[in-house]
């Protein structure tokens, strides 16, 4: 007896390997169907079948719309069939993305974190007046706590209104005020208390487990 095997090495490279070789080929199948009634109906059968095939792309918004671009990829953008979505460009789906730029404050103090930049932008978009004053005053606070998470130091208020200056590119000045930002042992207190509030979290939920352990073995 002779058998004619099919290696993989054999045969054409699939577009997408996901949907394995047998979708591969009912597309193909598809592709050679001279009426175009015919098209339609083998068309919607083959994305109901590769939506069972892959049930997670249900909870992804437009389910459908992915199935139906994923079918005209499949068939090299040469099917025509109607699709309730239309047919998607082949030129844009190969369009190299455009390169996202890199934060501004990645090169100025990293231990402030983009999220003080960020801070400071809003700021800067508030009217003058009380509102405004009281948030920079916040941001520098906040600014200066993390100062101390870095330094793990006391830290001069001339420093933070310093950075804040250089921050907001001039824009936000406090060098000048009289207000003081809270003390440095404050904010290391709170940030020792908060560990400690932690590790005696997790020390209790070790002693209740132990407990329940040992109440469970006298049962046995």
């Known amino acids: 007896m ?9 045969r054409p490279l699939m577009i997408i390997p ?8 009912l597309v193909d199948h598809c592709l050679a169907l001279e009426s175009k009634e015919e098209r339609n109906t083998m068309a919607k059968a083959i994305v109901d079948v590769m939506g069972n ?9 437009d389910f459908k719309h992915k199935l139906w671009d994923q079918l005209f990829i499949m068939s090299d953008f040469k099917l025509d069939a109607e699709s309730p979505y239309g047919m998607p460009s082949k030129e844009e789906l190969q369009e190299k993305p455009e390169g996202l730029p ?3 404050s990645a ?9 003080i930049q960020t801070m400071i932008d809003v700021a800067l978009t508030w009217e003058e007046g009380e509102k405004r004053d009281a948030l920079v005053f916040v941001v520098a606070n906040h600014m200066k ?3 101390l998470n870095w330094n ?22 406090l060098t000048n005020s009289e207000d003081k930002l809270s003390e440095s ?16 979290t997790h020390s209790n939920t070790n002693r209740n487990t132990s407990n329940r352990s040992s109440h469970t073995n006298r049962k046995r």
């Open 2 to 10: 002779n058998f004619e095997l099919e290696y993989n090495s054999e």
């Open 18 to 25: 996901e949907y394995g070789r047998h979708i591969q080929k």
């Open 53 to 61: 095939l892959q049930p997670h792309l249900r909870d992804v918004p």
């Open 102 to 104: 890199y934060p501004k």
């Open 107 to 115: 090169s100025r103090y990293r231990y402030y974190g983009n999220n």
């Open 145 to 147: 706590k993390c100062y």
């Open 152 to 173: 793990k130091d006391t830290v001069d208020d001339a420093v933070i209104f310093k950075h804040l200056l250089d921050l907001s590119d001039g824009k936000l000045d």
């Open 185 to 200: 042992k404050n904010l290391l207190r709170k940030r020792t208390s908060q560990q400690g509030n932690k590790g005696k």
